[in-house]
């Protein structure tokens, strides 16, 4: 069994570079109303940016934690290709530290590590 993810936008065609740089994806093109993007020579699932007509109006149900050896780093890198901090601050849970970040469009996801911040 292999698990895919797809992502509501907008304008996936905008959005797909932004997720491509933020994952270390590739994008492998579009047809119609998605983009496709995939693992460029790691693992991970395939991620499906679908186009949708409503825009993103509340919190996700589901969010993507993205596991990187420095998360404020990769934060900076992430607000410069578009993305904001949600949130100033810099949570932490049993030696596990992130922080809540938001896509151009607002969909949610966090950045994370495990050895310290």
Not at 9 to 14: M, V
Not at 42 to 51: C, N, R, S, T, Y
Not at 59 to 86: C, F, P, Q, Y
Request: charged fraction near 20%; glycine fraction near 8%.
């Amino acid at each position: 069994m292999q698990v895919g993810l797809v992502l509501d936008s907008c304008d996936p065609e905008a959005l797909a570079p932004f997720w491509a740089a933020a994952l270390g994806y590739v994008l492998v093109g579009s047809v119609e109303n998605y983009v496709l993007l995939l693992p460029d020579g790691i693992e991970g699932p395939k991620l499906l940016i679908q186009q949708v007509p409503e825009g993103k109006t509340l919190k996700n149900r589901m969010h993507l934690d993205i596991e990187v050896s420095d998360i404020e780093e990769t934060a900076s890198k992430l607000v410069a290709l578009g993305a904001s901090r949600v949130e100033a601050t810099v949570h932490e849970e049993h030696d596990c530290y992130w922080i809540v970040m938001a896509d151009p469009e607002g969909n949610e996801f966090c950045l994370c590590c495990s050895t310290g911040r």
